[in-house]
């Protein structure tokens, strides 16, 4: 469940940053921000919104990384996803501990995204002008 106290004082801004990076796509299947798609269980639209989702990678010294570090905002930790990729995603990490019964075909599906793929994902400048901002802005 979402808990505000578990995230750093500016997470709005770091998950801002984070989304305009990703150019407000879900950085797994591409969907864009603001559009409409069908669930497919209930086959009812609905709006898409971006979340910024920790991925738990490892640090550069080797120590393994923690997604439920809600304070650790590196850049290649964060994912910009769309609401169904971040339910597929906080699924895969339940059924590691569970038993495997959870959705085979969901977990096919999803896309193996190492630390590897995320480092290489194209970054843009961390310095935002507030004009950059408010464009990134109107657009989502
Ligand atoms: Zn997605």
Known sequence: MW?????????????LAIKERAGWCCEW???AHGA??????KAKPYKVVM?????GVPFSD????NRDDKW???????ACLCQSCHRRYDNQGRSKQSKQTQQPHED???PHVTADRVS???????????????RALAYG
């Open 3 to 15: 808990d505000r106290l578990r995230y750093p004082p500016n997470w709005e801004e770091i998950a």
């Open 29 to 31: 299947c591409g969907v």
């Open 36 to 41: 409409w798609r069908k669930s497919r269980k």
């Open 51 to 55: 979340a910024v989702a920790h991925l």
């Open 62 to 65: 080797g120590r393994p990384g």
């Open 72 to 78: 650790d905002v590196r850049p290649e930790n964060l």
């Open 108 to 110: 096919e599906a999803a």
């Open 120 to 134: 290489h994902t194209p970054t843009r400048s961390p310095h935002v002008t507030a004009k950059q901002r408010a």
